[in-house]
């Protein structure tokens, strides 16, 4: 396996459309990493030019120790895994796994020694003879997969190579992925749009927006800790919920201020109280994740185990979503909507009062005119 290193890489069009403004990602040895963000953003990109499909309009980019800007794709001793599989419909699934070791001249031998490794790595030696019409949507992206394996490339792309999956699937193949990466401690670099893959994948993730890195850290950090808006929003489903308010003092420390139709309600800010004054009077946007939002009841218990000390707010519940183990429910609370996690047998009901709790112990904050995080904890 190896390193890869991207530095100040830029991706401009004749037609002047810059794609890629300066992407500087550092990826160790076996490391998974993950490429988010929405249609656009540059991510498949950027992937293309690490293997060589695009040309770099500036910026080097480095597989191990040797930079390959000038090298073709093919000698690159990378492996690339499609979307569309993009299998040979008249081979078996053995011989679309040994297609590549046949190319390069691997003894027949030595190609079955390594197809039947992979296979049964893959759990699909029962499959090696049936054709890809034979085959489910899963197995056909095992089979992608086995090919890529089969060259063991010091570098592996994956280009979503789960969005023709249906849902069940994705769930099982992000499962065989994530234990792959962990039998083989290769090196991956795998682009998606979906953030429930980024958080459930990656060691590290890259949120992109417009040609621009957003944030790049391990998935907690960037749930927890989200630099900007942006990247709040977008990691998070539900996303998080966003209140524009204003920092004032109370007591001995602040509280948050928010102002609808009239009606203000406070919400105390636990924090540094130095650090605390000298945010106070400024605009800003409280962000709160849901399951930081939840019932009053429930939360009444866990701050009796000294768990945390919620703010409750009365709020008008507009809709439900059960969905097993907690039931969101979407709120309103002086004009404004709110999204929280509450226990299934709260009794939320639409059109019905209920009382939410908030706890801002957890909660982020951003500056309104930069939309970058506001940090009021040191």
């Not at 929405?38 to 480095?62: F, R, V």
């Not at 009053?296 to 009365?314: I, K, Q």
Request: charged letters at 25%; aromatic letters at 6%.
């Amino acid at each position: 396996m190896a390193s890869l290193t991207i530095r100040n890489v830029r991706k401009v069009y004749p037609n002047g459309a810059e794609i890629l403004k300066g992407i500087n990602l550092d990826i160790e040895d076996g490391q998974f990493i993950i490429l988010v963000g929405g249609s656009g953003c540059g991510k498949s990109t950027l992937l293309n030019m690490i293997a060589g499909l695009e040309t770099i309009s500036e910026g080097e980019i480095m597989i191990g120790d040797r930079v390959v800007n000038n090298i073709p794709p093919k000698s690159r001793d990378i492996a690339m895994v499609f979307q569309s599989y993009a299998l040979y419909p008249t081979m078996t699934v053995r011989e679309n796994i040994s297609f590549g070791l046949g190319i390069r001249k691997v003894p027949k031998d030595e190609q079955d020694k390594i197809v039947n490794r992979v296979a049964e790595t893959l759990q699909m030696t029962h499959l090696l003879d049936r054709k890809p019409a034979m085959l489910s949507g899963g197995q056909r992206q095992r089979v992608a997969m086995g090919r890529a394996i089969a060259r063991d490339p010091s570098l592996f792309l994956f280009d979503e190579p789960l969005s023709n999956l249906d849902a069940k699937l994705r769930v099982e193949m992000r499962a065989e992925i994530k234990l792959l990466h962990q039998r083989l401690g290769a090196t991956i670099v795998y682009v998606t749009h979906d953030q429930i893959e980024a958080m459930t994948l990656g060691d590290r993730i890259a949120v992109m927006r417009d040609g621009v890195v957003q944030q790049y850290g391990s998935p907690q950090d960037i749930y927890d800790k989200p630099d900007n808006l942006y990247v709040a929003g977008f990691i998070g489903s539900p996303s998080m919920n966003f209140l524009r308010g204003k920092l004032v003092p109370q007591g001995d420390g602040a509280a948050f201020a928010l102002e609808h139709g009239g009606v203000t309600t406070l919400l105390p800010v636990p924090g540094d109280n130095s650090v605390l004054k000298q945010h106070q009077n400024r605009d800003i946007i409280l962000g709160i994740r849901p399951e930081h939002v939840t019932d009053a009841e429930s939360a009444r218990r866990a701050s009796a185990e000294g768990r945390y000390h919620p703010t409750e707010v009365d709020c008008v519940v507009e809709m439900t979503e059960p969905t097993g183990p907690d039931t969101l429910v979407f709120a309103w609370f002086n004009g404004i909507r709110a999204t929280c996690r509450t226990h299934p047998r709260a009794g939320a009901l639409p059109g019905h009062d209920v009382k939410l709790a908030f706890d801002l112990s957890k909660a982020v904050f951003f500056d309104p005119a930069t939309e970058q995080r506001v940090d009021l904890s040191v």
